[in-house]
């Protein structure tokens, strides 16, 4: 992994989907404690020290996931959401941990204007899947 193997940011771009992905896994299942313990200790990485600080910010934001910390989740989120070269799966988890974060904030307005301004980033077959329904359900229209 990237974080242990101290790759260069190159290979740690080529990685990091599968960062993401751990994160949907960790976020998503387990105890919030045990999920956000995992990024605590990527957070003490020497090598994600020597990365871009925006790695930074992705781990601080997985770890918000799993401690279900909202208003961390949507700041974090919409900040890498300003940054450049993203994949696909990365915009779809930014924009879902924004959303939510604003979501579970009261901010409903907030989650609509984020959803509908990256839904022409995501694909029309990936815009069905149940996670975008969910949240688009619970936005306002």
Do not use: H
Not at 23 to 30: F, K, L, M, P, V
Not at 76 to 105: F, H, M, N, W
């Amino acid at each position: 992994m990237a974080l242990v193997d101290c790759v260069g940011p190159q290979n740690t771009a080529a990685l990091w989907d599968q960062i993401v992905q751990l994160g949907e896994i960790t976020g998503s299942a387990g105890s919030a404690a045990s999920g956000a313990q995992i990024w605590r200790r990527a957070e003490e990485s020497q090598c994600l020290s020597k990365l871009p600080g925006y790695y930074r910010q992705w781990i601080s934001l997985l770890r918000s996931v799993c401690e279900r910390d909202p208003v961390r989740m949507e700041q974090l989120a919409e900040s890498l959401l300003e940054y450049p070269d993203k994949t696909v799966r990365q915009i779809e988890y930014l924009v879902l941990a924004s959303v939510t974060g604003a979501i579970a904030q009261g901010k409903m307005q907030q989650a609509r204007t984020t959803l509908n301004e990256a839904f022409t980033a995501i694909a029309p077959d990936r815009q069905r899947l149940p996670w975008f329904q969910l949240v688009r359900s619970i936005a306002p229209k």
